[in-house]
């Protein structure tokens, strides 16, 4: 395991027991002490990955979507195994219409916009 | 396209137009610039695999559509939080930002019939303006090359229509024989040539030819494409081109696509002659991409891998058993040498990659030898295994009379007393080389070759002198074509000169010696 690795562990069993005060500057003393400030982007990439800590954003091109396509999007939460309440949504009035779910690597598009593009190269490709 | 076949297509489009919760692996760009983009994300995607960009994520529908084709790319570096692959197609389309998705397939290209004949870009795609290429299947860039048990001795000649190759440096199906030479010395002449040629073999034998254009001018390719068309020879040939102004990635991949389309018809049991034109090119382009993904340089710069960049391609090269088809692909690369240097990195890999070399000096193409071939130090290591009865009867002692005539010429800078043998073995050894030279794009059937080899070798052309040979030459052949024809049909189809041959032939050239004194 990396250094980088192991000071993500610390930091998510300490999240999951509760933050105590004072942890994060204990901790960042500790790693300017050993010469560690260096590490600290790679271990925000390493905790962004954790599955407990993937954002989930759901984009929708306008505020009457989400009530529009709820069922669709519960179970585009379900396929990418997250939970409902997580979920933080984006409206972009360039997705045209649907939806689309990403969290982590993986993602669910149903917007409009890719379907419409996707269309328009397939006729155009033949 | 009409309007209502854009509506039929569309309506088409929609029926079959299905969307579904599947959940796809997708990444975000991170950097992106000369056409190397790092992706963040992508934890699962595989070395070489294709990448589609989505410009929709990052712009409007409008946007979006404003190129008619989808953005991918290939991964060449899997490293730990990212991955980085290079664009195939402009990396001006690129934004911070965009989503990338995996594709889960190996670069692919449309392989078939409908490619012979057309002009093309490393993807596939037509760049000749004939219309759409329908594909016979689509099959992987990279593929491993057949093992031994696949393959089959190379016996069969691949003639080139030069006589100097034909008959000192004979090339088979199935055999890798390198071009290499400094600029401006013929090198792609030879190869034109050698596809020219195929227009005399019989169409059931006659090979499809793939000519691949790396970092080569435009105007070059498509002066090539017009002499192929002009002369017939687009009608089994193929262009692959990857010009100059083409993205390093482009160029680095070109050849594969090359021996892709010609593997195609190889798997098919037909012969198959790819030209790689040049691989320096490639070499350099490969070079280019590995210093962006900051893959350590070795010797001159080139990456570790630079030799398995040749040599997996040219290994690609095959002469197949019977249980696979009996088909062979031969290979013709191309390298360029600076200053005639052939102990240069490059040079020596792919020197000792394939099964022979070409040297084209430009000594020689300035004192007039062309094709400028050195052929005391060319070789072909499938030899006279590779020539016909009638080549290999006539060919056996011109290296030798060649070599001994080259040692006699250097001498006589010193001395102009000569002996009568020694002046004759100079005068013979210029016929010899007189006899060698060819026009450019004039390659000449094998039939025709041999008879003028015989005719020069017995010493039947001794009266005339070397300045002479070439007109002698060409008057001779004609004559053989009023007077004669029996005799070049008899060595077409039994591509050996029997006595009866060989009698008629002997009478043939006394005759027309005797009226040409």
């Known amino acids: 395991m990396s250094l980088a690795h192991a000071y993500a562990e610390v930091i998510q069993a300490e999240e ?41 954003v759901v984009t929708l091109a306008d505020e009457n979507a989400e009530q529009k396509f709820s069922s669709e999007i519960a179970h585009a939460l379900t396929s990418l195994n997250v939970h409902e309440q997580k979920k933080e949504v984006v409206i ?28 328009y190269q397939n006729t155009i490709r033949q | 396209m009409t309007d209502i076949s854009i509506i039929d297509r569309l309506k088409k489009e929609i029926d079959s137009f299905g969307s579904s919760n599947e959940v796809q692996e ?21 070395m070489a695999e294709m990448v589609r960009f989505d410009e929709s994520s990052v712009s409007d529908v409008k946007d979006a559509i404003s190129h008619d084709d989808a953005l991918f790319g290939v991964i060449l570096n899997l490293e730990e939080d990212t991955v980085k692959a290079i664009v195939l197609g402009e990396s001006s389309r690129i934004k911070e930002g965009m989503v990338v998705f995996r594709t889960k397939k190996l670069l692919s290209i449309p392989v078939g019939e409908g490619t012979v004949g057309r002009i093309l870009n490393i993807l596939g795609e037509p760049i000749d303006g004939k219309g759409p290429i329908k594909a016979d299947a689509i099959s992987p860039i990279e593929r491993e090359a057949y093992g031994v048990i696949d393959r089959a001795p190379v ?13 000192l440096i004979p090339i088979g199906r199935g055999q890798r024989e390198l071009i290499i030479g400094d600029r401006a010395t013929g090198k792609t002449t030879v190869a034109i040539d050698a596809i020219l040629n195929q227009v005399n073999e019989p169409k059931a034998t006659r090979p499809i030819c793939v000519y691949v254009a790396i970092g080569q001018k435009e105007s070059k390719t498509a002066r090539i494409a017009a002499l192929l068309a002009e002369k017939g020879a ?49 070499a350099v382009a490969y070079r280019q991409l590995s210093l962006l993904l900051r893959r350590p340089p070795g010797r001159e710069a080139y990456p570790g891998d630079i030799f398995y960049l040749h040599s997996r391609l040219l290994e690609r090269a095959a ?14 690369p191309i390298i360029e040498t600076q200053e005639g240097d052939i102990s240069a990195y490059i040079p020596t890999n792919v020197i000792s990659i394939t099964d022979g070399q070409m040297f084209l000096e430009a000594d020689l193409f300035n004192k007039g030898t062309r094709p400028a071939i050195n052929v005391g130090i060319s070789v072909s290591r499938v030899g006279s295994a590779a020539q016909t009865k009638a ?83 060409s008057k001779f052949l004609s004559y053989l074509d009023r007077e004669a024809k029996e005799v070049l049909e008899a060595i077409r189809s039994s591509k050996e000169i029997s006595n009866d041959t060989e009698t008629k032939l002997k009478d043939a050239i006394q005759n027309f010696v005797a009226t040409n004194a």
Do not use: C, W
């Open chain 1, 16 to 56: 999951e027991r509760g933050p105590s005060a004072g942890f994060s500057d204990k901790l960042f003393a500790f790693m300017k002490s050993r010469g560690h400030v260096s590490l600290i982007p790679h271990i925000a990439r390493i905790l962004d990955r954790l599955p407990s800590r993937r954002r989930v």
């Open chain 1, 92 to 119: 972009d009035p360039r997705a045209v219409g649907g939806f689309s779910v990403r969290s982590g690597n993986g993602i669910v598009d149903r917007t409009f916009r890719t379907a419409l593009v996707s269309l």
């Open chain 2, 26 to 46: 997708s990444g975000v760009v991170r950097k992106v610039g000369d056409g190397i983009v790092e992706i963040e994300g992508l934890g699962n995607a595989a």
């Open chain 2, 155 to 167: 016996n069969v000649p691949l003639h080139t229509g030069i006589k100097a190759i034909d008959s």
């Open chain 2, 234 to 282: 687009m009608e089994y040939t193929i262009i692959v081109s990857a010009p100059a102004s083409a993205s390093a990635a482009f160029q680095f991949l070109a050849p594969y696509s090359g021996v892709t389309l010609g593997e195609y018809f190889m798997d098919k049991g037909k012969d198959v002659l790819v030209v790689y034109d040049d691989l320096s090119k490639q």
């Open chain 2, 319 to 332: 002469k197949l058993s019977k249980e696979k088809g009996g088909g062979s692909l031969t290979a013709l």
């Open chain 2, 391 to 473: 080549m290999k009867k006539v060919s056996g002692r011109i290296k030798l009379d060649l070599a001994q005539f080259r040692e006699l010429e250097a001498f006589m800078q010193f001395s102009q007393d000569l002996d009568a043998e020694t002046k004759k073995t100079i005068d013979g050894g210029r016929r010899l080389s007189a006899i060698l030279n060819q026009n450019k794009n004039a390659p000449i059937p094998f039939e025709r070759q041999v008879v003028v080899m015989y005719a020069a070798t017995n010493g039947h052309f001794d009266s005339y002198a070397p300045e002479q040979i070439g007109e002698i030459e």
